[in-house]
């Protein structure tokens, strides 16, 4: 599931970084091994996947294994 702030990241990238993230977002559905998925610090229970200089930050539900896309935003931005 995107949130409606990550799905209007998405759209503003150009359509090759578009396809990676989607890309990256098939992986992380069907096997999550596959990706560089890293939990993120704080109170929160936040995950970070990184797709060149974009982070996809997602949270996951440990009650029915939904993965909620938060935000796609670029390292730079990531980590403040």
């Known amino acids: 599931m995107l949130a409606k702030h990550a799905l209007r990241a998405l759209d503003r ?7 990676h993230i989607r890309e990256a977002l098939e992986k992380l559905r069907s096997d999550p091994g596959s990706v560089d998925l890293a939990k993120l610090s704080g109170p929160r229970a936040r995950w970070r996947v990184r797709v ?29």
């Open 13 to 19: 990238l150009p359509a090759s970084e578009q396809q």
């Open 52 to 80: 060149g200089p974009l982070r996809i930050i997602v949270g996951m539900s440990n009650i029915d294994g939904t993965i909620y896309v938060l935000d796609v935003i670029q390292r730079k931005d990531a980590y403040r």
